[in-house]
């Protein structure tokens, strides 16, 4: 059996498979299971977690997890808090929501706020206070449970809020630690000693005060914040955002980018704890008696009972997980890679899944392909091949280089590779050893590939479409009539190949690219992540706007995500008479093709939308040190793209100018930073988006 895909980027293969069409909703596989946990709070006897994509709820002390989303499921949660009545949630460009009755229900709750939608970053309920820690606007106070909020603080960002004795320390961004004894009505600054004034985190064992840095480590004060020093020995990496602290007795633990660490010695040495996870990057912790969480940046959710000593997984019902690649089979085993986790297994058709990861050293998989019985992983780092059915992986280096693989192709015997940054890759033997082959790519950006009869085509994110008609060894430019060069995924058949674009939806050619003709009647989500070819005339489209059908060459579309979560399609593919999905932080959906409405039956939704902005995900990603930033406008305009570490802080400045309608896209160079997850931001014309990247040194 012989497949392709595209994971980050757009995917095409051809199915030749169609049934009669009748009308039904998505549903999501039991898994895989994980995501992004940013932050952990207890109310009352219950456990929640605030992810990537909102809340999520335990009764039984993580055992178990179930959606808590209403009125908030589209939101980042960075920051929790509860008192006995009330949870809190601090969200990304939302300000702070309020539930009432356990997380069934969400309301916000920002009256006083210089900026409604501001980010929180932290949240702490003190007496009867309620503390909000902005991004920018400093330090906010309610005293009637979130009705209204009055500034305390002016300070550019406040992520850390906590009580010793009776005084209020605040951590803040660029100015270091303040502290309060009348309940934030006012302050004294307490930095001397820090070499770093970007505290984020603070915690509290016994009379000692430690604070987290991005980039300067740990830091200790035993005397209230009127001396610190750094307490970093046994900690890697320390130049890192510190992102949370738990404390089990007198053993206190720091999570962060180079993993978990613990000290029993108020900070003097450190030793890393292994939970268990390839994906080392802890973002949250929490301590409750001898039990410890763990969240991670991807993987989920891991849980000791022991102080720390042994890890399993507590991520049953939390699907957040991060599918950056379609589902390839073989036989009756299904496997789908994932943004942070590494490869998926399932042999009951997405009852359940488990992780497949022996051997693979990288926890970022960018694809997935099928040759036979081997199965190829494309990823961050390269190449990886199992021949076990995925219990086994070994890295392929021959001829290869390190970065992202998006796509594979198969012409005859012969295998090739997209590497963006890199071109194509060709193997003559399996996939044991790669040659590159260039000659005449403007452009060496390459993300998607596919094969019409003997000629294999190459699309490139910044340069259109290339033909190959001698098995990739020179190639020709063909892009007449394709006003669109972005190009993430192309389906092709003997007579037709079709391009997928960002921003300009998609294109057909009948005459292997001599010419290229738009066809998006109907497609009102032009920005395009993966298309899939069932047949000669039917495709369907992932956008970011859901999945779109058409069973006429593109001529028409219709939108077909009823029951799909409201976010971006990253894969499409088919394994017997149902159509996979992989949806960005929202895990594997799937449908039958018999559920399908028919074209010309069903009526076009209102939410459709003509012509959006689009910020697109980065690529390669991860990266090292060099990245490519893409977006869409509708319309001309003053447009800004920048660059910020997790707490907001601005890095650089890629886009200040006033910009044509179009697809667009910038290089940015890391080699200044640290390894770490960082985040890019568009504004353009009331336009706001901002995703994350990875640098991976």
């Given at each position: 059996m012989k497949s392709r895909k595209r994971g980050s980027a757009l995917c095409f293969i051809a199915f030749l498979f169609w049934q009669g069409l009748s009308h039904a909703d998505w549903i999501q596989t039991n898994g895989p299971c994980g995501g992004t946990v940013y932050v952990f709070t207890k109310h009352n006897s219950n456990l929640f977690v605030g992810t990537i994509r909102g809340v999520y709820l335990s009764t039984d002390e993580g055992s178990t997890w179930t959606v808590a989303n209403t009125g908030i499921e589209d939101k980042e949660i960075y920051s929790l808090a509860a008192n006995d009545s009330t949870v809190f949630a601090g969200t990304v460009n939302g300000g702070v929501y309020r539930s009432t009755d356990n997380g069934a229900s969400w309301e916000q709750t920002s009256d006083g706020f210089k900026v409604k939608n501001i980010t929180i970053y932290g949240l702490a309920v003190i007496g009867s206070n309620l503390f909000a820690g902005t991004n920018g606007d400093g330090l906010y106070r309610s005293t009637d449970n979130g009705d209204h909020w009055t500034k305390r603080l002016a300070a550019p960002q406040v992520g850390a809020v906590i009580e010793k004795d009776s005084k209020l320390f605040v951590g803040t961004g660029g100015q270091g630690v303040f502290y309060s004894t009348d309940n934030g009505d006012n302050w004294t600054r307490a930095s001397n000693?820090?070499?770093?004034?970007?505290?984020?985190?603070?915690?509290?064992?016994g009379q000692n005060l430690f604070a987290g840095s991005n980039g300067g480590g740990v830091f200790l004060s035993t005397n209230d914040g009127a001396n610190w020093k750094p307490v970093n020995n046994g900690l890697t990496n320390i130049q890192s955002l510190i992102e949370s602290f738990a404390l089990i007795e007198t053993t206190i633990f720091v999570g962060y980018v180079s993993g978990l660490f613990s000290s029993s010695d108020n900070g003097a040495n450190w030793s890393s704890v292994n939970i268990g996870s390839t994906n080392k990057y802890v973002k949250a912790l929490y301590a409750a008696g001898s039990k410890l969480f763990a969240g991670m940046d991807g993987t989920g959710i891991y849980l000791s009972t022991d102080k720390g000593a042994s890890w399993t997984e507590a991520n049953t019902g939390f699907k957040r997980m991060w599918v950056q690649t379609q589902v390839v089979t073989i036989g009756s085993h299904w496997f789908v890679g994932t943004g942070g986790a590494g490869v998926f297994l399932s042999t009951d058709e997405?009852?359940?899944?488990?992780?497949?990861n022996r051997g693979l050293t990288t926890p970022y998989v960018t694809s997935l392909a099928v040759n036979d019985s081997n199965l190829?992983?494309?990823?961050?780092?390269?190449?990886?091949?199992?021949?076990?059915?995925?219990?086994n992986w070994n890295r392929i280096i021959s001829g290869m280089r390190v970065g992202s693989i998006l796509d594979f192709a198969w012409l005859g015997t012969e295998i090739f590779a997209a590497m963006p940054g890199h071109g194509v890759f060709r193997s003559t033997d399996n996939g044991a050893s790669w040659k590159i082959g260039n000659t005449g790519l403007t452009t060496t950006n390459v993300v998607a590939l596919a094969v019409s009869g003997p000629n294999l085509f190459a699309g490139s994110s910044d340069g259109g479409v290339f033909l190959s008609t001698n098995n990739g060894t020179s190639w020709e430019v063909v892009n007449t009539g394709l006003t669109a060069k972005a190009v993430y995924g192309l389906a092709a058949n003997e007579t037709h190949v079709f391009a997928g674009t960002h921003g300009g939806g998609v294109f057909l050619t009948t005459n292997n690219g001599?010419?290229?003709?738009k066809v998006n009647s109907g497609l009102t989500n032009k920005a395009l992540y993966c298309l899939f070819l069932m047949n000669d005339s039917t495709l369907f489209a992932g956008t970011k706007g859901g999945v779109f059908l058409s069973t006429n060459y593109g001529t028409h579309w219709t939108w077909q995500s009823a029951g799909l979560p409201p976010t971006t399609v990253m894969s499409l593919s088919a394994v017997d008479s149902t159509l996979i999905a992989g949806i960005w932080q929202e895990g594997v959906w799937k449908r039958p093709f018999s559920e399908f409405a028919s074209p010309s039956s069903a009526h076009q939704v209102s939410?459709?939308?003509?012509?959006p902005f689009c910020l697109m995900q980065n690529y390669p990603n991860p990266f090292n040190p060099f990245t490519k930033i893409g977006f869409y406008l509708p319309v001309v305009g003053p447009v800004k793209l920048k660059v910020y570490d997790l707490l907001g802080r601005e890095l650089a400045v890629l886009v200040n100018e006033t910009l044509a309608p179009g697809t667009h896209e910038v290089d940015f160079d890391g080699s200044g930073l640290p390894t770490g997850v960082y985040l890019y931001r568009l504004q353009a014309e009331g336009f706001v988006e901002t995703r994350k990247f990875l640098l991976q040194k």
């Open positions: 000693g820090l070499t770093d004034q970007n505290i984020y985190r603070l915690a509290v064992s997405g009852g359940n899944w488990s992780k497949a190829f992983a494309g990823t961050g780092i390269g190449l990886f091949l199992s021949t076990d059915r995925g219990s001599i010419n290229w003709t939410h459709a939308q003509p012509d």
